[in-house]
C-alpha cells in the first residue's frame, strides 16, 4: 500500500496545511517515508505516504517530479510489468533515474499520454499533474483494487486513496448520502462511483 492526496484548483490555495495533515492520516498505509509538493502556481498539491517495496532509496520517493516535462506523480499500487516497459521506454530515448514504477508509470504518461494505461498491468490509482498541458490525470486499476475517492465543486477537485484524508480539509463538507446509507445497511457496500457522504464519489 501507500497513501495519495491532493488539490487541483483554478485558483491559488494559501490554505496548505491540510494537505500534510491529511496525508498523515494516511500513515498506516505509507509508514516508510511521507512527501509534499505545491505547483509553482500554487493551484495543485501533492501529497504522499510511502510504503518502500521497490527502490528503497530516496530516488523512489514521491511526489516524484519530470521537469523536462513538467510531470508531477503521486502514485498507490504495483506495475506488474513495469521491467517490460522500462526496456521500451529507454530504446525510445529515456534515461532512469530509479528502479521503481513509479518513474515508469511517469515516463510511460510522458511518452504515450492517457493511452499509457493501455499499456499497463498492474494494481494502482494515481494522479499526474501535467504542468504543460494544465490539467492533471487521475486513473484506477481496472479492478478497483486500490481506492481513489474525489470531491468536485466550484473549479477545485480534491482527491485522496481515504475519505479521511479528504476531511482533513475544513472547507469541505461533512453530510451523510442517505440514500448510500441505506444501500451500505442493505448490501454491505456502496455500489458505483457513489460514497457514504454527499457529493464525494470513488473514481470508476
Known amino acids: 500500500m501507500c497513501g495519495i492526496v491532493g488539490i487541483a484548483s483554478k485558483r491559488f490555495q494559501s490554505n496548505r496545511d491540510w494537505l500534510a495533515i491529511g496525508r498523515d492520516t494516511l500513515t498506516h498505509r505509507g509508514p516508510d517515508d511521507a512527501g509534499e509538493w505545491w505547483s509553482k502556481c500554487g493551484r495543485v498539491g501533492l501529497g504522499h505516504r ?101 470531491h468536485i465543486k466550484d473549479g477545485v477537485l480534491s482527491f485522496a486513496s481515504e475519505l479521511k484524508a479528504l476531511l482533513s480539509n475544513p472547507a469541505l463538507p461533512r453530510k451523510l448520502d442517505l440514500e448510500a446509507l441505506d444501500c451500505y445497511l442493505a448490501s454491505g457496500f456502496i455500489s458505483g462511483n457513489r460514497c457514504i457522504l454527499q457529493g464525494y464519489n470513488k473514481l470508476p
Not at 530504446?91 to 492517457?114: C, I, K, P, R
Open 50 to 150: 510511502r510504503l518502500s517495496i521497490l527502490d528503497l532509496s530516496h530516488l523512489g520517493q514521491q511526489p516524484m517530479i519530470h521537469e523536462d516535462a513538467g510531470l508531477s506523480i503521486v502514485f498507490n499500487g504495483e506495475i506488474y510489468n513495469f521491467l517490460e516497459l522500462r526496456n521500451e521506454l529507454e530504446q525510445l530515448g529515456h534515461t532512469f533515474h530509479s528502479n521503481s514504477d513509479t518513474e515508469v508509470l511517469l515516463f510511460a504518461y510522458a511518452q504515450w499520454g492517457e493511452k499509457c494505461l493501455a499499456r499497463i498491468n498492474g494494481m494502482f490509482s494515481f494522479a499526474i499533474h501535467d504542468e504543460t498541458r494544465d490539467c492533471i490525470f487521475l486513473a484506477r486499476d481496472r479492478a478497483g483494487e486500490k481506492p481513489l475517492f474525489y
